[in-house]
């Protein structure tokens, strides 16, 4: 089992920045790769952001792309993303995630946690 808590979300305004946070616990962290999905209110959870267990690859959805970097520690066993220059319409509840495969779909993920909300005024 790995248990993920996210942190870092809020209120901002367009073009500002956030950092989210996501803590794991449990099992070896660096033996998984680790997702951020979203969910805005009435969407389906769409991914984000991927890295790979060492760090070394990454993968982004395309409406992200430029904007957000996804990066990890293994020795704190965190996972960052910092999102730039947002966008109201990258308003949602902010998931991370845990894969022991590389994806980008939700069904390829093993453990979740509980969301941050992010929100985005114009």
């Known amino acids: 089992q790995v248990q993920v808590v996210e942190s870092g979300g809020g209120l901002v305004q367009a073009g500002g920045s956030l950092r989210l946070s996501c803590a794991a616990s449990?099992?070896?962290?660096?033996?998984?790769?680790m997702g951020w999905f979203r969910q805005a209110p009435g969407k389906e959870r769409e991914f984000v952001a991927v890295i790979s267990w060492s760090g070394g690859s990454t993968y982004y959805a395309d409406s992200v792309k430029g904007r957000f970097t996804i990066s990890r520690d293994n020795a704190k066993n965190t996972v960052y993303l910092q999102m730039n220059s947002l966008k109201p319409e990258d308003t949602a509840v902010y998931y991370c995630?845990?894969?022991?495969?590389?994806?980008?779909?939700?069904?390829?993920?093993?453990?979740w946690g509980q969301g941050t909300q992010v929100t985005v005024s114009s």
């Open positions: 449990g099992r070896t962290f660096s033996y998984y790769a």
């Open positions: 995630a845990a894969t022991s495969v590389w994806g980008t779909h939700s069904a390829q993920y093993d453990y």
